[in-house]
């Protein structure tokens, strides 16, 4: 019988604050420049990092037009000159990377996300895969993700994209009940959807990846509850799910959301509560944290046997720990260092055009820091690790911090993560920083 959760019981006792737009890592961030982070792949490299498994993550900023609720580094775009730019600029990027740690190394993981990428011309998307060629090895093996938004995806782009070597589709959702869409961005009618799994399907995709943003303006449990229904009907591979947080800071347009139309806290929880007992009954298990795939998924086998790995590309089964941004406002996780590139584009653009890297800011980490943050992946990946790993007093500190929380408990030879933990690590995760917000590391 499952422990009934609540979601009073669940509400993180925390501050509410989020980072500023100059913190986006928090308050540790402090501004580097392209040395320091060229250094850090320099020690990487020397040391073998490299070798023991590599994600790209190939940033593409450009969108017809701005969302009220975005999220994330974009750019209005609509001049195939302006895309073109960027494209030569990336290629300054990658080369300034794979000179410092060696052409073709062989890539695990390989994502290229946005902003829009499917807005990029068919001989924009061969141009950009031939330069990710150019510089790296990508195997069979290799797993390969490309963001779509049904709205510009057509059978013949699908089509490409696959051709191009891309296996798996993700598609980020947060409004699908087209009765109560309020205009937020990335809405799309159960019949837009449709078309578009439909037509994924006959390309032959190895699978289609829905990332559900709930905690919208406005919504309720029983919103959340109807997406649900339609999200499910479609039959998609796997379910990612992550609350959405309004940041009028960092990003200055949201400033349109009237923060008092925000779900609280503990109405979030309700809402993950209700994710997961919809999703488990419709045949889908809960993966990590905020990850739901169906029986017999690689990410399943994989969770069972102890190899799942969580990076900033979500959950895999491949041994990828460091994790290289590409783009304008990219973030790359390297063993001690956390950095992201500068996210105004004329100033990326300067930067690459002078043969300089575009890091600006980041969070460097002693050795104790990065086993801890090491740790607490581990707990997000495995949902327990041995506490033997905790026996000096720093970890111990960490354990202290995170039994306090109620988010794990040290029994036996173990320290596992909580019942209740398990619904609230996701609401405690940072995505910029990668980390949970009460570590000591984020």
Known sequence: MKQKITPASLVPQLASSRPSAAQVFGGREVPIDGTTFTDALDSAAMRGDFDKGLGLQIYLPFCATRCISCDRVAEVAVDPRVIDRYLNNLAVEL????????????????????????????????????????????????????????????????????????????????EIDSSAQQGLGRSYSPELLHDMLSNANQVSFDSVIFDFVYGLPGQTVGAVKNSLRLLTEMNPTRFMCRPFVRDEQRFEHQRGID????????????????????????????????????????????????????????????????????????????????????????????????????????????????????????LSEALQAPLAEFESAEQQGLLDKLQKEGLVKAESDWVRVT??????????WDPDSGDLRIANSA
């Open 419 to 428: 019942s209740s933990g398990r619904f609230r690590l996701l609401q405690l």
């Open 95 to 174: 080369s300034l990377i794979s000179d410092r740690i060696g052409r073709g190394r062989q890539l695990a993981q390989l994502h290229v996300g946005g902003g829009t990428p499917s807005m990029l011309s068919a001989a924009q998307l061969a141009r950009l895969t031939a330069l990710i060629d150019q510089h790296f090895s990508i195997g069979d093996d290799c797993e390969t993700v490309f963001e779509v938004t049904p709205d510009r995806s057509s059978w013949t782009q699908l089509e490409l994209i696959k051709g191009l070597g891309f296996r798996n589709l993700r598609i980020e959702l947060r």
């Open 259 to 378: 923060a008092h139309t925000m779900p609280s806290v503990a109405e979030k929880m309700a809402m993950f509560i209700a994710i997961v007992d919809h999703l488990e009954n419709a045949g889908y298990e809960w993966l990590g944290i905020n990850s739901f795939v169906k029986s017999g998924d690689p990410l399943s086998v994989a969770q069972t046997e102890g190899r799942l790995v969580r990076n900033r590309l979500g959950y895999s089964d491949k041994p990828t720990r460091l994790v290289l941004g590409i783009g304008l406002g990219a973030v790359s996780e390297l063993p001690n260092l956390l950095s992201r590139n500068e996210s105004r584009l004329d100033v990326w653009q300067n930067f690459l055009e002078n043969s300089e890297h575009p890091a600006c800011a980041g969070v460097r980490f002693t050795a104790v820091e990065s086993k801890q943050r090491r740790l607490v992946h581990r």
